[in-house]
């Protein structure tokens, strides 16, 4: 039936399908097997290694896949650590090992027998050789590498000094090549461009001259990375494959910068970025009067936040409270994410957070709205309810109940604002969005929610320190505990 999820089958009878499809397989003349696959340059095969694999037919093919799927559902560790297109061929390559070690399994009279039957222990061995061998070759495919993301924060006149949110630290530019450059030959390479004393594009044509040499080269790829960021944030990635590793690194890395930008004005906000965010551009404006003369405009958004020289470093500084809780709270979310998932409050607030940095990057008020709701919903764990969604967030900015002031606007107002006319009714096409002017409701939107992380941050930084158990509970009751610790705040 629709909705139901499909029974598992036993990894033994999976593998004994695939065995003597092999088996089958082998038997055909080889025209025959070849002309089986619906894609002639994609034969019907399970590999062993690079020189060898196992003929199949699609009866092999398919419950090669079944068997995959199944693991991959199962295995959560897995599904955090590698990506899917990836695990698929370290486990056809585990079931195709296992096949080459299946005759470990039978009776040693029976080794170099033909036609031996076997029982469901020989089966119930090769399931288990498989589990092994495709844990040891995930193993040697999950490195621990520290993982850098170029990102503009602070001009370099400010003298922002190096901070960290959590498992992200951020260095200046400066700092970092000084840390993680530990050649030395590739160092003064690229200590002579920092400097000025050779242009990068001169770097470059060196680096990519024939037979060039190996340091040059490395130190044009450092560079060639780098680009004109002024800041690089890292993070260690402990047993995750190559690619699993950037892209979980680099979401962790946008969060903490998001993190940051809540302590910021929504201009500023934006112009937090990193490398693979495409929100800040330049462009050239084009039009022809009436008269037919042309008109020319054009419109640059700059990255990187400056001030008065120091300013920034003392607004960093004052921030450490919030930037520390915050800190703690993406420490749970990054460790939970490890082999699975975080706790459900830990969850919700990093969603959420992703969320509204999403907002404050869209250009469009309409989606910056719908973001914000979104995000408004995630944080208080409502599930859609308005009601809880007011609730909460009373609780977090009003715990004590006061009267809001005859010219403000209400928390219950606000959320109705963005969450019940804002988020609902332009999601579900109940109201104009693209050309509207929506910039009261956005404005509105970014106020609840920087108010809101600002309340629930520093609580759920202090439930870690000194009441984690809340976040073993169930995820109304986590969030019915958390609600009662917002209210009981001074």
Not at 265 to 291: I, P
Not at 367 to 386: F, H, I, K, T, W
Not at 447 to 454: E, I
Request: with cysteine; glycine share 6%; proline share 5%.
């Amino acid at each position: 039936m629709d909705g139901q999820k499909v029974p598992e089958v036993p990894a033994e009878r999976l593998l004994e399908t695939i065995l003597e499809d092999v088996i089958k397989a082998a038997a055909m003349p080889f025209d025959e097997w070849w002309a089986l696959s619906r894609f002639p340059l994609v034969p019907l095969a399970i590999p062993v290694d690079s020189e060898q694999e196992y003929r199949v037919t699609q009866v092999g093919v398919d419950a090669a896949h079944r068997l995959t799927g199944q693991t991959w559902d199962r295995r959560e560790d897995f599904r955090q650590t590698i990506a899917r297109s990836e695990f698929d061929k370290l486990s056809f390559r585990s079931i195709g090992e296992t096949i080459r070690n299946c005759r470990s399994h039978l009776p040693i009279d029976a080794a170099e027998q033909h036609n031996t039957v076997v029982n469901d222990c020989f089966f119930a061995a090769m399931a288990a050789d498989y589990e092994r061998i495709l844990d040891r070759l995930a193993d040697a495919a999950r490195p621990d590498v520290h993982r850098h993301i170029p990102c503009h924060l602070f001009h370099a006149d400010q003298g922002v000094r190096p901070f960290s949110i959590g498992p992200v630290e951020f260095l200046p530019r400066e700092a970092w090549i000084a840390r993680y450059v530990s050649n030395p030959a590739q160092l003064e390479h690229i200590q002579k461009v920092e400097s000025g004393e050779i242009r990068y594009d001169e770097l470059r044509d060196q680096a990519l001259t024939p037979n060039s040499d190996g340091d040059l080269h490395r130190a044009w790829e450092v560079l060639s990375s780098l680009r004109n960021f002024e800041w690089v944030a890292t993070i260690r990635m402990e047993g995750h494959a190559l690619n699993q590793s950037h892209n979980k690194a680099s979401i962790i890395i946008g969060l903490a910068i998001d993190a940051i930008g809540l302590r910021f004005q929504v201009e500023d906000a934006r112009r937090f970025t990193k490398a693979g965010r495409q929100h800040l551009f330049a462009e050239d404006r084009l039009a022809t009067s009436s008269s037919g003369a042309f008109l020319r405009g054009s419109s640059v958004q700059i990255p990187g936040l400056g001030s008065a020289p120091g300013a920034l470093a003392a607004k960093v500084q004052a921030e450490r409270p919030f930037l520390d809780a915050a800190g703690k709270v993406l420490s749970a979310y990054v460790q939970g994410r490890q082999t699975g998932r975080g706790p459900h409050v830990i969850e919700r607030w990093a969603n959420a957070l992703y969320w509204v940095g999403e907002a404050r990057r869209e250009a469009s008020d309409f989606m910056a709205v719908v973001n914000y709701g979104c995000a408004a919903d995630g944080l208080s764990g409502a599930g859609g309810d308005a009601a809880t969604m007011t609730t909460f967030s009373e609780a977090a900015l009003n715990p004590k109940g006061q009267p809001t002031p005859s010219e403000s606007l209400s928390i219950a107002d606000a959320v109705t604002k963005v969450y019940r006319e804002g988020r609902n009714k332009l999601a579900h096409g109940e109201m104009a969005g693209l050309l509207e002017d929506l910039s009261e409701t956005r404005a509105i939107g970014d106020a609840l929610l920087a108010n809101l992380f600002d309340a629930v941050t520093f609580e759920l930084a202090a439930v870690i320190d000194n009441r984690p158990e809340i976040l073993a509970l169930g995820e109304k009751h986590a969030y019915r505990a958390l609600e009662a610790r917002l209210k009981q705040r001074p």
